[in-house]
């Protein structure tokens, strides 16, 4: 009901989910995304950071004509895009933005699969290397690894 109601206080403007569950503790499923969706007109879309693939194929495959699905994990940007996200919002993107960049051009014009996976193969080695991706902090939301030092207990999203 606390989305129905935000949404419909917002008439007349676009609402998106936000799916991060690993900060926000509170995973949204595919099933409650699609079916407010469906109900509520100015429900556009989501950037799921959910991690998982399954559920943003799901989001894919039966949301509304219209809705919105954007990645929000920088280590499946290349298969979001493939699969049918129209974006990916990708932290690693403000460091090599180019890398991103390619990916996304080599999937809307038909790249060679060898060159776009090498990207992401590439995106992959660094988000681990800077420790992104799905260790973050229960109370801060930052990621593990960069206050791993202030020995601060982590929580790691399934």
Known sequence: MHYKAVAQAAKGFPIMFYNLPACARNALS???IVDLAQKVENLRGVKDSSGHFVHMGELLAHAPKGFVVINGVDNYSYQALVTGA???VASAANVVPELFLA???NVKKGGTIE???GRQCICNGLVA???LG???HRRTGMPSRAISAL???TVNSP
């Open 30 to 32: 595919a099933g409650f």
């Open 86 to 88: 129209q974006g990916c």
């Open 103 to 105: 990916i996304i051009k």
């Open 115 to 117: 060159d776009t996976v």
């Open 129 to 131: 290397a800077v420790g």
């Open 134 to 136: 799905f260790g973050f």
């Open 151 to 153: 020995a601060w207990p």
